[in-house]
């Protein structure tokens, strides 16, 4: 099992920046691979970001091509997102989840709220 925890969000204007991190718990966070999720209000979550085990794969949502940046640091435990170019429609709370090979992502953290203002 993994429990992880977000940190990072915050309220910023269009066109700045946030990184948000993910900190997991436990010795066997190299074994999962993660992703950033979203969920703004009245809508369902959706996939930003994924990252393989040793983070040499990952996957982006069209709507964040370019502009967020997923990695991690299996020496810390830590999975992060760099934001850049921030839009209004990136307002959403933000969650880590942890996804065993082969299986769906069964862990999530409490979500990190993020605000963009025009």
């Known amino acids: 099992q993994v429990q992880l925890v977000e940190s990072g969000g915050g309220s910023v204007q269009a066109g700045a920046s946030l990184r948000l991190s993910c900190a997991a718990s436990?010795?066997?966070?190299?074994?999962?691979?993660m992703g950033w999720f979203r969920q703004a209000p009245g809508k369902e979550r959706e996939s930003v970001a994924q990252?393989?085990?040793?983070?040499?794969?990952?996957y982006y949502a069209d709507f964040v091509k370019g502009r967020f940046t997923i990695s991690r640091d299996n020496a810390k435990n830590t999975v992060y997102l760099q934001m850049n170019s921030l839009k209004p429609e990136d307002t959403a709370v933000y969650y880590c989840?942890?996804?065993?090979?082969?299986?769906?992502?069964?862990?999530w953290g409490q979500g990190t709220q993020v605000t963009v203002s025009s």
């Open positions: 989840a942890a996804q065993y090979p082969g299986a769906n992502f069964n862990y």
């Open positions: 436990g010795r066997t966070f190299s074994t999962y691979n």
């Open positions: 990252i393989s085990r040793n983070g040499g794969s990952t």
